[in-house]
């Protein structure tokens, strides 16, 4: 079956550390995004990628920096983590144009 | 950049009773709109996706694009408890592959 895999689940993380969030997919798709998803402002996108090699800047970027080494893998990274930056993230996949989303079920990340 | 607003921002509805859930958006350049579901803890499932005005149906959920109103709505038949769930409408411009959200209705169906 299909699937978009996040990992880890859960991350504490030190204020000014290094996080890496890793995300799979086996849909085949061209697309993938990174959103996080804080109370008040619902979902917001990150980065989000065309294919193998490709990194676009979403409507957030400043403190993130997105991978794409394959199809298969996305991955965001907080070189220098803040306590701001503690959320929910979600990985998704999709290929245009329709682009039906299909997620990962998040990341819960704390820095402190 | 497209703007989207969610209502009500929460609603409890009886087992069985239908369920309304509304989003207004800011312009009209958007034209495919989609609904998903998040339960509590889990990521977003798709629900249905609407690509021209007028009524989509799949299964008990059925959405409504009136462009022209700037209006997007999904009404639920027959909620259940297990439909007790945030629901967060999307929309994008075909040659966009970016959706926007917005921030989701919670829904709580009592038995």
């Known amino acids: 079956e299909a699937a978009v895999t996040q990992s880890p689940r859960n991350k504490v993380a030190v204020t000014g550390g290094k996080v890496t969030l890793s995300c799979n997919q086996t849909?085949?798709?061209?697309?993938m995004y990174w959103y996080r998803q804080d109370t008040g402002h619902g979902l917001r996108l990150i980065h989000y990628s065309y294919g193998a090699g490709s990194t676009e800047k979403g409507d957030i970027p400043d403190g993130y920096k997105a991978s794409r080494p394959s199809q298969e893998n996305f991955s965001l990274i907080l070189e220098l983590a803040t306590p701001s930056q503690t959320s929910v993230y979600f990985c998704?996949?999709?290929?245009?144009?329709?682009?039906?989303?299909?997620f990962g079920a998040g990341t819960r990340l704390s820095v402190l | 950049q497209q703007k989207v607003q969610q209502s009500p921002e929460s609603l409890t509805v009886s087992e069985g009773a239908m369920a309304s859930l509304n989003c207004t958006f800011s312009d009209g350049t958007s034209d495919n709109f989609r609904w998903y579901r998040q339960h509590s803890g889990k990521g977003l499932e798709v629900l249905v996706s609407i690509f021209s005005d007028g009524e989509k149906e799949e299964g008990r959920f059925t959405a409504h694009l009136n462009r022209a109103s700037l209006h997007v709505s999904l009404h639920i038949r027959e909620p259940q408890p297990s439909d007790s769930a945030v629901y967060l409408c999307a929309m994008s411009s075909g040659g966009n592959y970016k959706p926007t959200f917005g921030k989701g209705t919670s829904l709580v169906v009592h038995p």
């Open positions: 849909n085949n798709h061209n697309n």
């Open positions: 998704a996949s999709g290929v245009g144009p329709q682009n039906t989303l299909y």
